[in-house]
Every structure is written in structure tokens, then in C-alpha cells.
């Protein structure tokens, strides 16, 4: 525990008299610990005194409305993530259900928290809790994972919503599927599969096939993901960590090898990644560095954090935002943090892996690239780490 | 400023019922603070504040004007689970953070007034915490709530939150004497 955190829980009056007495007589010859005392004294009424936003006019209005507001950028947000996970997730206004976040999938498989309509496959799924909805098109994969989803148009999208079947999985909670007359409602522990209704006929710039027997294939498909569906009710009451529910199913696009880019700063370059982990390394109380892989561009950080709670990843991130504000750049910085946990016979193995880039660096290829090596990277460590168990001889 | 006072029971039944004027003053009493929450506490802070919004007025007919709980409690209850929820599906799927507002340490003005200069350096320092650290400072702190009832929000023991405060506060109080030291 740091010096901070005990001035921090004398505050609260959870030390001991003699461990009070004891931080009180250093406070007498360290200034430092008695500036800090007087810091955080003051805090909580500093706190307790900040005022509160005024709201912008405009998104008052869109409350009362019912209507939303920056929907768009939101979903073009989203987009890097979800071709990675080899998944079109866009996330768009739906004028039918205003008051609830509106999300299209085409095809994949999606796990949804919380109050949310998602358009599957062209069917209309209102989540209310916890579900896995999987699409799968008729006629096979509908695109490229690589294809610049942002210069896609709306009528293409609609174009590729051609048949499919789509299943809906309640873990918590409840769905409706098709809300309106042909309605069904499922409950938690419930599953459905539809064939999609056909598909609007439009603009689009994919051809038509003629469709095989949507039943059939429906039928075909509830018998695999009735399997399915029972590995992952055994696989979700083994885990212990929400972080390790979707790893499995979220099978990241390979991509390609990337380049590094000609005008990189020399910050970003291996030895400049390398010499800022270093430095944060010498911060760091509870997490140590298990690689930095710069095979490819971006290199990647991998480490293994010791930290207990579910806040175990927090002071590696906290660490990462430090390097990057210190590194000698003045540009954006584009990073993402990924969290995996795996847990062994009796424990726990935590590792926290981030890559930091100029913004401008990282393309959805990129980003799609990274995800796949650094999955990999993980699933190497787990691997090596796991000692079999000698009571049952694996 | 004097604390505005609270709406009436009836303006809350009205609200829950979808009259516009009730919402409207429902959203102009309250909106402040939720979206003060938002802001520290959403990478997106318009969409938080749009959702929580949502979620108010589907669940107000179950607020008890005449029960015990208060209504700005209430209302940062949901404020509180929505931004959890959002909070794990982020760690689930791998954030990118930004980093623009990183840049914090600008020294500030001279001419600011005291007050007000605390609450910048504040609010900035408050940036630099992780999620669950900040969320309990700033729900303990500025939103009054209490421990136990965020512990039971998160679904973590009150130990466990105790001790995401205390890493936030000294966090916090690194950050704001590190910035006095020349």
C-alpha cells in the first residue's frame, strides 16, 4: 500500500491509533507526505463543490423528443471492432422504435447487453437483458472484412440483408423477435431460429441468387447451434471473468502483415516503444512485462497483471495513458487495451496487452491485423502457462 | 445559489404518463447532474445522458415520490448501472481510449480564481483514473452516494470499493501535489 493510500484510509479513520500515530510523526519530518495530508484533506469537500454542467440546448431537446443524436458516428466507431470480429454491426436510427439504440446485423454472431432493437438478418430482435444473436446468410459470406464499411451506402447494406437464418440465445432476461402480431417471446434460458423474411427489392450491388430452402437450412442450422448452444451454457458456467464470454466466439479476422509506414515518428518505431515501456515499467507496482512484440507494425505490450479486484487491468491502462502522454509527439495518439483472464486449476492467469499508434496510422486493416496477432500472442501464453493436471494424468 | 427544490409528486406522475411539461421541468431540474455524471464518466458523454434519459422515463412509474429514496438518488442509481453496463461491454470488446484531453497539465492561468482553478485541476486529474477508481470518487464525492449502495450497484463487496477509493483518491492527490511542485 502506497503512502497515499494510507493518508487516504486515515482519512476515512480505518487505520489503527498506533498506525495513525505512526503516519502522524512521519508527517512531521517528510514535507512531502504533509502536503500530501493536506491535499486530500481538502479533497472531499473540493469534490462535494463542483458544479454541475449546463446541458446543451439541443440535447435537452433531443431527450423530450424521443429522438436521437450522434447515432452515426457512434456505429462508424464501432466498425473497426466489428470487422475484426468478422462482424457488420452498424448502428443506425430505426424509425419504428425511437427510444431504443438501434444495431444491424448482417451476418456473425453478437452478443447484446442491455435495452437494445437490433435488425438481424432483416429480423427484429428487442433484447432486454443478455442474448447472442447469431445471423447466417443464406448464400455465404456477404463481403470482405477488409472493405471500407464507411463508403458502403445505406441501400447496400439493405441490399445484403438477402435471407438468412437467425437465431436468438437468452442468457438474462428477455427478447422479442418480430414485435408486432407474429411476435415470440423468449424468456432466459430460451432459444428461436427464424428464416428471414425476403429481402426488400432495391438498389444494391449484389446480385440476387435464387434461394435454397430457407426451412431446411433452418432446420439443419438448429440441430448445429442446439450443440452450440450447449457448449456455451457449459463454457459460461466454467468462467469467472466477463472478459473471457466473448474471446471464444469473437475469432478475429488473420488479415495480412503489415508494413511500417515510411514517415513513422521515432516514438512509434521499436526502440522508441520499448525505451517508454521501460520507463513506465519503473512505476509499475503490480504488473510485470511479458513481451513486447514488434514483429509487425504496431508493436504490442503484453502484461501480466497481479492486481486483485475486477478493476485488475486499471493500473496498467492508467500506466499506458501516462507513457503515451510523456512519449515525444504532439499528434493524436490511437490506442486500444484488451483484457484477457484465463483461469487454470486452481489459478488465475491476468494479462493486460495495448498498442499505441499515431491515429492516423491505424487503418481498419491495421487494427484488424492487431487484434488477430495479439489473440494469438495470448492464446501462445495461455497455452504455455497451463500445467496439466498430474492427478488426472492430462 | 439556493438548491432547487424538489418536484412534486404529482409533476412525477404526470412526467411517467409522458406529459411534456412534466418532463421538461423533470429534465431541467435533473439533467445537470446526470449529465455531469456523463461527462466525467462516458467516453460518450451525449449518448450516456441520452440512454439514462430513456431508461428514466420507461422505469418512472416505479419511483415512490412517497417512499424513502430520493428522486436525484434514484436517478443516479440508473445513472450508475447504465454507465457499468456500458463500462463491461468496453472491456469485453477492447476500448480505444481517447487521449486528446491527456494533455491536461497546462499549467492554468494565474488570474483564474482559486476556486475555480481547483476544479480544473481537479476535473482533469479525475480524467486520469481508471474507470472503476473515478466512478466511485466521483459518485462518492460529488453525488453523495454511499458506499455499500454503489458496492451493491457493481455487484463487488463494499471492501472492494473502499479500496477503489482509496486508490482513487491517492491517485488523485499525486496528480494535484505533483502539479504544485515546481
Given at each position: 500500500?502506497?503512502?497515499?493510500?494510507?493518508?487516504?484510509?486515515?482519512?476515512?479513520?480505518?487505520?489503527?491509533?498506533?498506525?495513525?500515530?505512526?503516519?502522524?510523526?512521519?508527517?512531521?519530518?517528510?514535507?512531502?507526505?504533509?502536503?500530501?495530508?493536506?491535499?486530500?484533506?481538502?479533497?472531499?469537500?473540493?469534490?462535494?463543490?463542483?458544479?454541475?454542467?449546463?446541458?446543451?440546448?439541443?440535447?435537452?431537446?433531443?431527450?423530450?423528443?424521443?429522438?436521437?443524436?450522434?447515432?452515426?458516428?457512434?456505429?462508424?466507431?464501432?466498425?473497426?471492432?466489428?470487422?475484426?470480429?468478422?462482424?457488420?454491426?452498424?448502428?443506425?436510427?430505426?424509425?419504428?422504435?425511437?427510444?431504443?439504440?438501434?444495431?444491424?446485423?448482417?451476418?456473425?454472431?453478437?452478443?447484446?447487453?442491455?435495452?437494445?432493437?437490433?435488425?438481424?438478418?432483416?429480423?427484429?430482435?428487442?433484447?432486454?437483458?443478455?442474448?447472442?444473436?447469431?445471423?447466417?446468410?443464406?448464400?455465404?459470406?456477404?463481403?470482405?472484412?477488409?472493405?471500407?464499411?464507411?463508403?458502403?451506402?445505406?441501400?447496400?447494406?439493405?441490399?445484403?440483408?438477402?435471407?438468412?437464418?437467425?437465431?436468438?440465445?437468452?442468457?438474462?432476461?428477455?427478447?422479442?423477435?418480430?414485435?408486432?402480431?407474429?411476435?415470440?417471446?423468449?424468456?432466459?434460458?430460451?432459444?428461436?431460429?427464424?428464416?428471414?423474411?425476403?429481402?426488400?427489392?432495391?438498389?444494391?450491388?449484389?446480385?440476387?441468387?435464387?434461394?435454397?430452402?430457407?426451412?431446411?437450412?433452418?432446420?439443419?442450422?438448429?440441430?448445429?447451434?442446439?450443440?452450440?448452444?450447449?457448449?456455451?451454457?457449459?463454457?459460461?458456467?466454467?468462467?469467472?471473468?466477463?472478459?473471457?464470454?466473448?474471446?471464444?466466439?469473437?475469432?478475429?479476422?488473420?488479415?495480412?502483415?503489415?508494413?511500417?509506414?515510411?514517415?513513422?515518428?521515432?516514438?512509434?518505431?521499436?526502440?522508441?516503444?520499448?525505451?517508454?515501456?521501460?520507463?513506465?515499467?519503473?512505476?509499475?507496482?503490480?504488473?510485470?512485462?511479458?513481451?513486447?512484440?514488434?514483429?509487425?507494425?504496431?508493436?504490442?505490450?503484453?502484461?501480466?497483471?497481479?492486481?486483485?479486484?475486477?478493476?485488475?487491468?486499471?493500473?496498467?491502462?492508467?500506466?499506458?495513458?501516462?507513457?503515451?502522454?510523456?512519449?515525444?509527439?504532439?499528434?493524436?495518439?490511437?490506442?486500444?487495451?484488451?483484457?484477457?483472464?484465463?483461469?487454470?486449476?486452481?489459478?488465475?492467469?491476468?494479462?493486460?496487452?495495448?498498442?499505441?499508434?499515431?491515429?492516423?496510422?491505424?487503418?481498419?486493416?491495421?487494427?484488424?491485423?492487431?487484434?488477430?496477432?495479439?489473440?494469438?500472442?495470448?492464446?501462445?501464453?495461455?497455452?504455455?502457462?497451463?500445467?496439466?493436471?498430474?492427478?488426472?494424468?492430462? | 445559489?439556493?438548491?432547487?427544490p424538489d418536484l412534486s409528486a404529482d409533476t412525477l406522475r404526470r412526467a411517467a404518463r409522458?406529459d411534456?411539461r412534466a418532463r421538461?421541468a423533470l429534465?431541467?431540474r435533473h439533467?445537470?447532474?446526470?449529465?455531469?455524471?456523463?461527462?466525467?464518466?462516458?467516453?460518450?458523454?451525449?449518448?450516456?445522458?441520452?440512454?439514462?434519459?430513456?431508461?428514466?422515463?420507461?422505469?418512472l412509474h416505479r419511483f415512490d415520490p412517497s417512499g424513502p429514496a430520493r428522486l436525484s438518488s434514484w436517478l443516479?442509481?440508473?445513472?450508475?448501472?447504465?454507465?457499468?453496463?456500458?463500462?463491461?461491454?468496453?472491456?469485453?470488446?477492447?476500448?480505444?481510449?481517447?487521449?486528446?484531453?491527456?494533455?491536461?497539465?497546462?499549467?492554468?492561468?494565474?488570474?483564474?480564481?482559486?476556486?475555480?482553478?481547483?476544479?480544473?485541476?481537479?476535473?482533469?486529474?479525475?480524467?486520469?483514473?481508471?474507470?472503476?477508481?473515478?466512478?466511485?470518487?466521483?459518485?462518492?464525492?460529488?453525488?453523495?452516494?454511499?458506499?455499500?449502495?454503489?458496492?451493491?450497484?457493481?455487484?463487488?463487496?463494499?471492501?472492494?470499493?473502499?479500496?477503489?477509493?482509496?486508490?482513487?483518491?491517492?491517485?488523485?492527490?499525486?496528480?494535484?501535489?505533483?502539479?504544485?511542485?515546481?
Amino acid at each position: 500500500m502506497t503512502d497515499y493510500e494510507l493518508l487516504s484510509r486515515m482519512l476515512s479513520g480505518e487505520l489503527s491509533r498506533a498506525e495513525e500515530r505512526d503516519l502522524k510523526t512521519r508527517m512531521k519530518k517528510e514535507p512531502q507526505l504533509a502536503a500530501a495530508w493536506e491535499a486530500l484533506h481538502g479533497l472531499p469537500d473540493i469534490l462535494a463543490a463542483m458544479p454541475e454542467d449546463e446541458v446543451p440546448p439541443e440535447l435537452n431537446a433531443a431527450v423530450l423528443a424521443h429522438r436521437r443524436v450522434r447515432q452515426l458516428s457512434r456505429a462508424l466507431r464501432l466498425v473497426p471492432w466489428a470487422l475484426a470480429a468478422g462482424v457488420l454491426l452498424l448502428v443506425l436510427g430505426w424509425p419504428d422504435a425511437p427510444s431504443e439504440p438501434t444495431a444491424v446485423l448482417v451476418e456473425g454472431r453478437q452478443i447484446v447487453d442491455g435495452e437494445v432493437m437490433v435488425l438481424a438478418g432483416g429480423v427484429p430482435v428487442s433484447i432486454d437483458g443478455r442474448a447472442e444473436i447469431s445471423v447466417e446468410p443464406l448464400d455465404g459470406p456477404l463481403r470482405d472484412g477488409s472493405q471500407e464499411v464507411n463508403d458502403m451506402k445505406l441501400e447496400s447494406i439493405a441490399a445484403a440483408l438477402v435471407g438468412a437464418v437467425v437465431t436468438v440465445v437468452v442468457y438474462e432476461g428477455s427478447a422479442l423477435i418480430n414485435p408486432g402480431a407474429d411476435a415470440v417471446a423468449l424468456a432466459a434460458g430460451e432459444t428461436h431460429t427464424v428464416g428471414s423474411p425476403a429481402p426488400p427489392s432495391g438498389p444494391g450491388d449484389r446480385p440476387v441468387t435464387t434461394r435454397t430452402s430457407a426451412e431446411a437450412l433452418a432446420s439443419a442450422s438448429r440441430d448445429e447451434l442446439t450443440d452450440r448452444v450447449s457448449e456455451l451454457e457449459a463454457e459460461l458456467a466454467s468462467l469467472t471473468f466477463e472478459q473471457q464470454i466473448n474471446r471464444g466466439r469473437l475469432s478475429a479476422h488473420e488479415g495480412s502483415p503489415q508494413e511500417w509506414p515510411d514517415d513513422l515518428p521515432a516514438a512509434f518505431e521499436p526502440e522508441g516503444i520499448k525505451e517508454a515501456v521501460a520507463a513506465s515499467m519503473a512505476r509499475m507496482e503490480d504488473a510485470e512485462l511479458v513481451s513486447i512484440d514488434c514483429d509487425e507494425f504496431p508493436c504490442f505490450v503484453t502484461m501480466e497483471s497481479f492486481a486483485e479486484g475486477d478493476d485488475w487491468s486499471g493500473s496498467v491502462e492508467l500506466q499506458r495513458n501516462i507513457m503515451t502522454s510523456e512519449m515525444d509527439y504532439e499528434g493524436e495518439v490511437s490506442t486500444s487495451t484488451w483484457a484477457h483472464a484465463h483461469q487454470t486449476n486452481d489459478d488465475i492467469q491476468k494479462y493486460v496487452t495495448f498498442y499505441v499508434a499515431p491515429e492516423d496510422s491505424i487503418t481498419e486493416e491495421v487494427s484488424s491485423r492487431t487484434k488477430y496477432r495479439i489473440e494469438s500472442a495470448i492464446e501462445d501464453l495461455v497455452a504455455e502457462n497451463s500445467v496439466p493436471d498430474e492427478a488426472d494424468g492430462e | 445559489m439556493a438548491p432547487l427544490p424538489d418536484l412534486s409528486a404529482d409533476t412525477l406522475r404526470r412526467a411517467a404518463r409522458g406529459d411534456a411539461r412534466a418532463r421538461r421541468a423533470l429534465v431541467d431540474r435533473h439533467g445537470p447532474m446526470l449529465y455531469s455524471i456523463c461527462r466525467r464518466l462516458s467516453p460518450e458523454p451525449e449518448d450516456c445522458y441520452q440512454e439514462i434519459w430513456e431508461k428514466v422515463f420507461r422505469g418512472l412509474h416505479r419511483f415512490d415520490p412517497s417512499g424513502p429514496a430520493r428522486l436525484s438518488s434514484w436517478l443516479a442509481t440508473i445513472a450508475h448501472r447504465h454507465l457499468i453496463d456500458r463500462h463491461r461491454r468496453r472491456q469485453v470488446r477492447g476500448e480505444a481510449i481517447p487521449l486528446g484531453e491527456l494533455s491536461a497539465d497546462t499549467p492554468q492561468a494565474d488570474t483564474l480564481m482559486a476556486a475555480r482553478e481547483n476544479h480544473q485541476r481537479l476535473e482533469a486529474a479525475l480524467r486520469r483514473l481508471p474507470e472503476g477508481q473515478r466512478r466511485v470518487v466521483v459518485l462518492h464525492h460529488i453525488n453523495g452516494m454511499p458506499l455499500n449502495k454503489i458496492a451493491e450497484q457493481e455487484g463487488v463487496a463494499v471492501g472492494t470499493i473502499k479500496s477503489r477509493l482509496h486508490r482513487g483518491r491517492a491517485r488523485l492527490t499525486q496528480l494535484l501535489v505533483r502539479e504544485k511542485t515546481p
